[in-house]
């Protein structure tokens, strides 16, 4: 689980729903990020000396690892955006 951002809208005095609400945002700015990282051909290997097949699997771990951290760090916008769409549809309006 990703720790909300230092934004003012994951601080205190928000309600439960929107805390799951930007957590749901942010794991998915991150995935959206890991296969961006993994299209990018973060992590992969090359030449004579490789890893083989576990190299290319714990390769998606570290994907996955830089994206959470990328998110953490304010990454793309994603997740703010996607936290607005899902809070004004929560909210009914």
Sequence with gaps: MLPPLS???G???HTV???????????L?????AEML???GLGESQGAF???TGEA??????????????????GIGLAEQLFESLKERADGT
Excluded: D
């Excluded at 700015?29 to 990020?33: I, K, M, P, T, Y």
């Excluded at 699997?57 to 304010?74: D, I, K, P, W």
């Design 50 to 52: 490789t890893g083989g």
């Design 29 to 33: 700015e991150a995935q959206f990020l």
């Design 11 to 13: 601080g205190q005095g």
């Design 57 to 74: 699997q714990f390769a998606s771990f570290l994907r996955e690892a830089q994206a959470g951290e990328m998110v953490r760090a304010g």
């Design 38 to 40: 993994k299209h990018a």
């Design 7 to 9: 934004s003012p809208i």
């Design 17 to 27: 729903q929107e805390t799951r609400l930007r957590e749901a945002a942010q794991k």
